[in-house]
């Protein structure tokens, strides 16, 4: 008899244990979800900077691309929790989505490149302190890595790549190089102003 019991309290224990690391990860993936939005505006904001008043239509088109990566990103992030049944306090943060500061006084590209790189690198690393959590589902992790990790890492080198190339020219032909980058991001991803701004 006193089996039972030490076996039910055993169950009862575990739920327990269960419901309150499933709120701590539903927590951090909320938190994500929210900073995958939140960097989806910010690259909208820099689209239309450097679209409109820069006049750089391929670096706008690349900015409107990301932010459809991350959008993507955040749509299939919520689904995921909801398939998985995370208990949510809410899925969006209370203080909602912010424009970066950093952002509103950017008007030169190379500025603009580092701002989104940095703001890659501050998900990136909230994405890793998710994975890495000790108490974390090795489905969570899976996801994690394969959806949103690897999607970072690639936007970190597309990013740091072209401000290697911009830092790698001479100071006299910082502005041709910026061109043909452009006029290369152009050809990649077409001129997608017209697809925002109609």
């Not at 998985?84 to 603009?112: A, P, V, W, Y």
């Not at 936007?155 to 290697?164: C, N, Q, S, T, Y």
Request: charged share 30%; proline share 1%; with cysteine.
């Amino acid at each position: 008899m006193q089996v039972f019991y030490i076996l039910g309290f055993i169950i009862s224990l575990s739920t327990c244990i269960q419901a309150t690391l499933d709120a701590k990860v539903g927590k951090c993936l909320s938190d994500l979800t929210t900073k995958e939005i939140t960097i989806s505006h910010n690259y909208l904001q820099l689209s239309s900077k450097f679209g409109t008043t820069n006049a750089y239509p391929g670096f706008s088109s690349l900015f409107t691309k990301l932010s459809d990566k991350d959008s993507h990103k955040s749509h299939e992030l919520v689904k995921f929790i909801a398939l998985r049944k995370f208990k949510l306090e809410r899925l969006i943060s209370k203080d909602g989505i912010k424009i970066h500061n950093g952002l509103t006084s950017t008007f030169d590209i190379r500025e603009g490149l580092k701002q989104a790189r940095d703001q890659n690198k501050e998900l990136w690393k909230e994405v890793t302190g998710c994975h890495d959590a000790p108490d974390q589902d090795a489905n969570v992790q899976d996801y994690l890595e394969s959806h949103l990790l690897d999607h970072h890492i690639e936007i970190d080198k597309l990013l740091a790549d072209l401000e290697h190339r911009i830092d790698d020219a001479q100071t006299s032909d910082k502005k041709l190089i910026t061109f043909m980058i452009d006029e290369e991001l152009l050809e990649t991803y077409g001129d997608r102003r017209k697809d925002i701004f109609s």
